[in-house]
């Protein structure tokens, strides 16, 4: 443990968290050291147990019951009980040595008692700890095979109305409640374990439905149900493996899991897992199963997704293609999806026909997803197709009229050659739209936005000037026409500072002082400077009470 430096804490935690920990030192109490690891309490928002280990040189890891702690995260928490470590560390080896000594100590006492000393103790521990007496119960029954003990004592362990105060289990119970309905998943995997996998089915089976049951009154916000739902599928896969259910039983079930009988956002079983258990025989009952449920309910999400993952593990690209075009969606996307996966089975002409269906199904070209329009651009490029790229772009532009749209087209025409002469038309249908004042979705008219990501300047701000042009349209247009147009960028500035002299707060002096940077180097281009200083004195005096703004002018000799 004495092997780790503050650098390592810092990289273990990163800049933030570690800086954070700095103001928790004070927090630290009832510290224990134990051969290779440290615990403590660390009082934050809450009380927090923090345990502190080092898994090789400068290899730091640790756990705390923090919620960044809990995603698994190295947090300030931990930080805090590192510092407070290294501060003793002159002290770390000897009560290491201690630790070491207790252990041996304790193990060497233990396996010198008798039978029945040993029994007395833990009994004695057993009248003393309610919850381990409830974990040897259960543990007793499973080695025993009582599956009636073992199902009553299950339905208490997911039982919430110990937790639910208030008729739900809130946040800070969430936790105590997920961990005693873990034991619950250990009594299974005991029944596994013991020779009784046909009853860890049953029970794991009635653990899923009590446990979704549950999570509808648990506030599980940091996800610890989910865990035990994952542990609780993966007991009942592992009593699978062992008892070897009928494969034709376990098949409907596990189509019948996926599809809602029990809510499998907590127990999240994939059927294939299951492949090897069911055989030829159970996989065929699987795909049978899961056919007639998609075609009773082709719109079903879980009937879709389980066709797909059968139809994907078995190869067949057509039963793929079958669950998709059931339920193609207007903006093209599905269509795009069918052509992605024909992509992957090398069936390329039959992708760019869906892919080219799409766009010929969409109602609306505006609504149509982009992500299709690129795909079919690509393959037509590929293809040497280059005219009906252009005039897939060109439709889509005219559509949409976007500035995306605008770069697309013109990366389209420029491949073709033909850009000029569709420069012509697309700026047309822009100007049509800024003389009607039809602005993008950022303010002003898309005509300046593209003319601007044209660079050309010239025509953007004659574009600004006949149609408008909104205040971000013409800081872009004052910062790159001022070289040519000084006294044109120098009213856009002062037009711009006015309204900024009159709010308060740092952002808004730092963008009024890049305004005034703006106004000088004007004024220097026009020869005016005189002007400027006389304009920068009147600002200063008007706008003195404003302390920051006065020392970042200062900073820039404004």
């Known amino acids: 443990m004495e092997g780790f430096t503050e650098s390592d804490l810092r990289a273990s935690a990163g800049s933030r968290s570690f800086e954070r920990g700095l103001g928790y030192l004070d927090a630290v109490s009832g510290v224990e050291v134990g051969d290779g690891w440290v615990t403590a309490s660390v009082h934050g928002t809450e009380r927090y147990e923090v345990v502190l280990t080092l898994d090789g040189p400068g290899a730091l890891s640790g756990e705390c019951d923090c919620p960044y702690g809990m995603e698994g995260n190295f947090c300030k928490h931990l930080v805090a009980l590192g510092l407070t470590v290294l501060a003793r560390r002159e002290s770390l080896p000897r009560q290491r040595k201690a630790a070491r000594d207790r252990a041996q100590g304790l193990d060497g006492w233990l396996s010198g008692l008798s039978k029945d000393g040993l029994l007395a103790l833990v009994r004695e521990q057993i009248a003393e700890d309610r919850q381990l007496r409830r ?3 259960l543990r007793a029954a499973s080695a025993r095979g009582d599956l009636a003990a073992v199902r009553a004592r299950i339905r208490d362990l997911l039982d919430v109305s110990p ?45 899923m439905r009590l446990l979704a049951d549950a ?10 149900l989910g865990q035990v739902g994952a542990d609780l599928a993966e007991a009942h896969l592992e009593a699978c493996r062992a008892a070897r259910p009928d494969p034709e039983e376990l098949a409907r079930w596990l189509v019948g899991h996926v599809l809602g009988d029990v809510d499998d956002g907590l127990t999240d079983i994939d059927p ?45 690209i057509d039963a793929v293609v079958a669950v998709h075009a059931a339920d193609l969606v207007p903006n093209g996307h599905t ?32 609504a149509v997803d982009t992500s299709l329009v690129d795909y079919l651009c690509d393959r037509y490029e590929r293809a040497d ?49 800024a003389e009607q004042r039809q ?26 000037t006949d149609t408008g042009a909104d205040d971000r349209q013409w800081l872009t247009l004052a910062d790159q026409a001022r070289a040519a147009r000084p006294a044109g960028a120098l009213g856009v500035y002062l037009r711009l500072t006015g309204p900024l002299t009159k709010q ?10 890049s305004l005034l940077l703006s106004i000088r180097d004007c004024h220097r281009r026009l020869g005016s400077t005189e002007e400027f200083t006389a304009y920068a004195t009147a600002l200063r005096t008007a706008q003195k009470r404003k302390r920051n703004l006065m020392r970042l002018m200062d900073a820039h000799g404004l």
């Not at 602005?439 to 600004?464: C, K, N, Q």
Request: charged share 30%; proline share 3%.
């Open 163 to 207: 937790f639910a105060q208030y008729g739900y289990v809130a946040y800070a119970d969430a936790r105590a409640y997920a961990d005693q309905a873990g034991q619950a998943v250990s009594a299974i995997g005991a029944l596994t374990g013991s020779g009784r996998a046909d009853g860890a089915i049953t029970l794991a089976r009635e653990a």
């Open 439 to 464: 602005p993008s979705r950022y303010g002003g008219p898309v005509l300046v936005d593209a003319l601007l990501d044209d660079e050309d300047t010239d025509a953007a701000w004659e574009a600004a």
């Open 215 to 224: 999570v509808e009154t648990v506030d599980d916000s940091d996800g610890w």
């Open 504 to 513: 308060t707060g740092n952002a808004v002096y730092e963008e009024l002082v």
């Open 272 to 316: 294939l897992d299951y492949e090897e258990i069911l055989g030829d025989e159970g996989m065929a009952v699987l795909r049978k199963s899961a056919v007639e449920a998609w075609r009773d309910n082709r719109r079903g999400w879980a009937e879709k997704y389980l066709m797909e993952r059968l139809a994907k593990a078995g190869g067949d």
């Open 335 to 366: 269509h795009l999806v069918i052509a992605q996966e024909l992509d992957a089975a090398r069936r390329p002409d039959e992708a760019l026909r869906w892919a080219e269906r799409g766009i010929q199904d969409a109602r609306d070209l505006a």
């Open 135 to 137: 974990r040897l119960e």
């Open 385 to 433: 197709r280059l005219p009906d790229a252009v005039a897939l772009r060109r439709d889509h532009f005219a559509a949409r009229r976007t500035v995306p749209a605008y770069q697309r087209l013109r990366a389209a025409a420029r491949a073709a050659d033909c850009w000029p002469a569709e420069r012509e038309g697309a700026l047309a249908l822009l100007r049509a739209d």
